[in-house]
Structure formats: structure tokens, C-alpha cells
């Protein structure tokens, strides 16, 4: 009589998302790694690029938060009971210390961003309205949306800190008209605080803990659920692919100076999505 083997076990969620995000994945990153460089001195000049990507890229964090919120503001009895038990999940994902709005919103302060162009508006709007789907409808597909940019500063965080303290801080604004933010290292410059965490471990523990927790969720949502989720990730990729065409197109109408359509890479965005794909994203 032959074995009786048991079934495989079923992969992660977040094995999922990788795993079907792969080819969008590198495709992205062909795009990014060959801006990256450019977007500090000698190539760059000042922050404006810079800015421009992040007030762009920086949306949609702030939206993502905006809707966590709008979630955990809702009564319970608003929804079913299984809708109601992965919204309550997707709350406990949020730990203290997690939400990079605050940050975001004191670094486009520092930098004296201005509101995203129109050009990437298109993209943005079809960001925003997706989340606001999710919040109505589908939150489970919010965790998508959670992982690839939460996981983008966590896997990648320090580096993206380390190569953008190259610049000096003369390229960075002063950290002495922001001082109510405490102090300053190399590694935490206005105009990227957002990439560092409170506390002795510089974020490991939260990430730790927004891993665990993630991972409740294999058991909690249906594969209907799971796969709607995996979606919404590749979808995620591609308006991003999107947004970095854009912003070449707004990087070179708005460029006075002699080099190409690659110092469109000022945009901090393709630098977070960059994170994601460059560093240990499928450990």
C-alpha cells in the first residue's frame, strides 16, 4: 500500500504577494536602480526633485493610515461578523510606532514640498480610490497595501538612510528650524526622518511584531480574500510604475539644466519602492 503523503502546506500571504509580484517586482527595479544615484550631489543640485517624489509617494502612506483610521472609527456592529474580525486584525497590524504620517508630514514640511503634480494625479486617484474600496468593501485587500510599503522602509530603511547621508548636510535642510522634532544624526536628516523609528532598535521590534501579527491572518481570511489581496499588490506595482513615468515626464519639462530624463529620479518614491525591491524583501 502506498504512502499517504500529507498536502503541502499552504504558503504565507506574504509569500504569496512576493511571489506573484515578482516580475513587476524586478521590472521596477530595473527603472529604479538606475536612478537611485542621481538623485544626491553632484547630480543633484538641491532637494527639489527629491521633494517632488515625496510628496507624491508619501500619499499614499498618509491615505493608507487615513483609512486605518476611518476603520477603527467605524462601530462594530457596521459590519459582519467575519468583515468585522479582519478589521480588527488589520487595527492590530497598526503597533505604536508604526504610522509614518507624522514624519512624512514634518519632512514635506522641511523640504518645502509643494502639492503632487497634475500629471500624477491619475495614478494617485486610482490609489485613493482604491483604498477607499477597501475600506468599504474589501479591507482585507488593505493588507497588500500595508505590506509592500511598510516592508519597503523595514527591509531597506537604514540603506536608503545611509546613502542619503552621503549628501552632507548642506544639501539637507537645517534640523535647526525643526528642533521641536529632538535631535539629529546623519542617519536622521529632515527630509528623511520617515525612515527611522523611535527607540534603541531603530524599528526591529516593530517589524517583528507587524510580521507576527500579518501572519494571523493566513488562518483568518478566505482564499477568496487572499487572492483579492495578492491583486491588489500587483495592481499596487504597476500604479507605481505608473507614477515613476509620470514623474520623468514632470522631472524633464521642469528641468533647466543639461542632463538627461534620469534626473527624474529625484523622486524619493522610486527610493521606498526601491527599498522594497533592492534590499531582503523575500527573506
Not at 479582519?86 to 504620517?101: E, M, N, P, Q, T
Not at 514635506?108 to 497634475?118: H, K, N
Not at 523595514?154 to 544639501?171: Q, V, W
Amino acid at each position: 500500500m502506498g504512502d499517504i503523503r500529507e498536502p503541502a502546506p499552504k504558503p504565507s500571504l506574504s509569500t504569496e504577494i512576493n511571489t506573484s509580484t515578482r516580475v513587476v517586482h524586478a521590472e521596477l527595479n530595473k527603472l529604479i536602480t538606475a536612478r537611485i544615484p542621481l538623485a544626491l550631489p553632484p547630480h543633484a543640485k538641491d532637494t527639489s526633485l527629491y521633494a517632488l517624489g515625496l510628496s507624491v509617494f508619501a500619499r499614499i502612506y498618509i491615505e493608507i493610515e487615513e483609512a486605518l483610521d476611518t476603520l477603527a472609527d467605524q462601530h462594530a456592529l457596521e459590519r459582519a461578523d467575519h468583515s468585522r474580525a479582519v478589521v480588527r486584525w488589520l487595527i492590530r497590524l497598526r503597533s505604536h510606532g508604526l504610522a509614518r504620517k507624522s514624519r512624512l508630514q514634518y519632512d514635506l514640511q522641511s523640504l518645502g514640498a509643494s502639492t503632487p503634480p497634475p500629471r500624477v494625479q491619475i495614478a494617485l486617484r486610482a490609489i485613493g480610490d482604491n483604498i477607499d474600496n477597501f475600506v468599504h468593501d474589501k479591507p482585507h485587500s488593505l493588507i497588500a497595501y500595508m505590506w509592500v510599503m511598510y516592508m519597503a522602509i523595514f527591509s531597506g530603511g537604514r540603506h536608503i538612510r545611509k546613502e542619503l547621508s552621503r549628501a552632507g548636510p548642506g544639501f539637507w535642510p537645517s534640523p535647526k528650524s525643526f528642533a521641536s522634532m529632538g535631535s539629529f544624526s546623519d542617519l536622521s536628516q529632515p527630509g528623511y526622518t520617515f525612515l527611522s523609528f523611535d527607540g534603541d532598535d531603530d524599528g526591529e521590534a516593530i517589524k517583528v511584531g507587524f510580521k507576527a501579527r500579518l501572519a494571523e491572518g493566513d488562518a483568518l481570511l478566505t482564499v477568496e480574500e487572499r487572492r483579492e489581496a495578492v491583486e491588489a499588490a500587483d495592481e499596487l506595482f504597476g500604479l507605481c510604475i505608473d507614477i515613476v513615468s509620470a514623474l520623468d515626464e514632470e522631472a524633464k519639462e521642469r528641468a533647466e539644466v543639461r542632463w538627461s530624463w534620469l534626473q527624474g529620479l529625484g523622486w524619493l518614491g522610486a527610493a521606498i519602492v526601491g527599498i522594497y525591491l533592492t534590499r531582503s524583501l523575500w527573506r
